[in-house]
């Protein structure tokens, strides 16, 4: 599922970056679950000891776990992180695969589902007469996307029971730094929670 236009270097390491400032991710105790599991991060991941490292993908030899992400084989609750990036672009039905992984993550847990987002384009474009290679990658940036987003890709979060947080982390790196690994300065990270009934 892996897809070269959204998953660049720049992206890997601004991501990094946000595990690393903006996060719990190196401090947590608990299970942490990577779909479609990119080759930059998985090497790191494994090294991290406070986490229990789970992969899954539909056919990647870097999951432990190979499954179609529309029925995760996991029982409720079962992680307190997941990671999947640039995946529900080439899903059949995006809003069951979201529905899927917040069953699977533990109340208080949280999320990191970045996609490729048209900031343009106010509503997602998903039209079911896109059928070719050559049509998918005019109207979707690629020719295996399924849709391409726009800015209600949070309200598609939130419609599963996500409370999503819209962070332009990238606007508070410094200017060298941005420059160092060139970032994608408008690049907006979606962080998004499963509530934990109890702290309400």
Not at 14 to 28: A, M, N, Q, V
Not at 57 to 75: G, I, R, Y
């Amino acid at each position: 599922m892996l897809c070269p236009y959204c998953l660049s270097l720049e992206r890997h390491r601004l991501l990094w970056l946000y595990l690393k400032e903006k996060t719990d991710f190196f401090s947590r105790k608990g299970r942490f679950l990577h779909i479609a599991p990119e080759q930059c991060f998985w090497n790191r991941f494994k090294k991290v000891s406070n986490l229990e490292y789970v992969t899954g993908d539909l056919e990647s030899p870097l999951a432990m776990h190979h499954f179609d992400l529309h029925e995760v084989p996991f029982s409720d609750e079962s992680f307190d992180i997941v990671m999947c990036n640039h995946v529900m672009e080439h899903v059949e039905n995006d809003i069951q695969c979201m529905s899927e992984l917040y069953r699977v993550l533990k109340p208080g847990g949280w999320a990191i589902m970045q996609v490729p987002i048209d900031f343009s384009r106010k509503e997602t474009l998903e039209d079911p007469s896109i059928q070719s290679p050559e049509e998918r990658e005019k109207h979707y940036w690629q020719k295996d996307h399924l849709r391409l987003y726009g800015l209600d890709y949070p309200e598609r979060l939130k419609s599963v029971g996500f409370k999503v947080n819209k962070d332009r982390f990238a606007e508070e790196i410094d200017k060298e730094l941005i420059e160092k690994y060139r970032l994608q300065k408008e690049e907006v990270i979606y962080l998004a929670k499963k509530e934990n009934p109890t702290q309400n």
